[in-house]
């Protein structure tokens, strides 16, 4: 009877005695590992299944045996010890059947002890757990990502500013910040139309972001047509150099704009702020401010230009 309601499991159950040799191995083992119980019984495990040797099975096995010590092996370490196979297909693409596995020892009457391995087939479980993995850095990529352009948004950089002052004061190094407002841009929709407006965004967008090499640089869409770069550790001049050089890249783009008075092409203005070790601000809207004060500057000047804050 026992032995129906073994094979009857949806799980795989082995039994080992003190030599480690099988004395049972069920149904569900053998449809799965292809191996039958005739072919099973009397063999040591670990010759039957001489991948497993050396490996963390073994010691449990060896410890359930000696000590009268469970143990269960962490699927996350252990995705797939045993070579079992939910179906033919798979069997010929060589993927595993994932798989949790728990091994106890067992005094069985007066005889010497054994020990039973469950094996449970979480293949399943394993999956929802990519896919819901997968659908939360989705979630979180468009929590943080603008939808139009695919750069940070508005949200990624009010977290970023926040942790890069943090860090620009306790390390005692520069922070600049950027802000960049394409020049003339309702005369662009109103002329060319939003779903072309929508198609210079996503081109300014990309050209400004492959400006930045830096693993710490940031650029986000601050709002409508305005753009914010955060430079960690970058100093003044540094800043007013990057500023120049992301200017003329857009020049360079030559995007047609009719309406943008001389330049006939898209053009944008760019602000600049920095906060420095000998300057330092107390809140990521300070410099901010700054910045957009100095963007203002360069749009009221003429547009087309970088204007650096000056300090008060």
């Not at 293949?123 to 990529?141: G, I």
Request: charged share 20%; with cysteine; hydrophobic share 45%.
């Amino acid at each position: 009877m026992l032995e129906s309601v073994l094979d009857a499991m949806s799980l795989g159950a082995i039994v080992l005695d003190g030599q480690r040799r099988v004395v049972l191995w069920n149904r569900w083992m053998a449809q799965y590992s292809g191996i039958g119980a005739p072919a099973a019984h009397g063999r040591a495990l670990f010759e039957l299944l001489p991948e497993l040797a050396g490996k963390r099975l073994e010691g449990a096995v060896d410890q359930a045996l000696r000590d009268n010590f469970p143990a269960v092996l962490s699927q996350t370490l252990h995705k797939a010890p045993f070579p079992l196979f939910l179906h033919a297909g798979a069997r010929a693409a060589g993927e595993r059947m994932q798989q949790a596995i728990a091994v106890t020892p067992l005094a069985i009457g007066g005889q010497a002890r054994h020990c039973l391995i469950q094996v449970s087939d979480v293949s399943v479980a394993v999956a929802r757990e990519h896919l819901l993995r997968e659908q939360a850095l989705e979630l979180r990529s468009q929590t943080f990502s603008d939808g139009l352009t695919g750069i940070a948004n508005r949200r990624h950089f009010d977290v970023a500013i926040e942790k890069e002052m943090r860090r620009s004061k306790r390390a005692g190094t520069p922070l600049s910040l950027l802000m960049i407002d394409i020049d003339c841009f309702k005369a662009y929709n109103d002329h060319y139309g939003h779903q072309q407006g929508d198609d210079c965004l996503v081109k300014v967008a990309a050209a400004l972001a492959a400006m930045l090499q830096r693993p710490l640089d940031l650029i986000a869409r601050y709002g409508g047509e305005e753009f914010v770069v955060v430079l960690p550790e970058m100093d003044a001049a540094g800043s007013v150099t990057m500023a120049e050089a992301m200017r003329l890249c857009i020049t360079e783009l030559a995007i047609p704009h009719h309406n943008a008075g001389a330049a006939r092409h898209v053009t944008v203005s760019v602000g600049v702020a920095t906060q420095s070790p000998d300057n330092p601000v107390e809140h990521p809207a300070e410099l901010i401010g700054a910045a957009d004060r100095a963007l203002y500057t360069a749009k009221r000047d003429g547009r087309d230009r970088v204007v650096m804050h000056a300090p008060e």
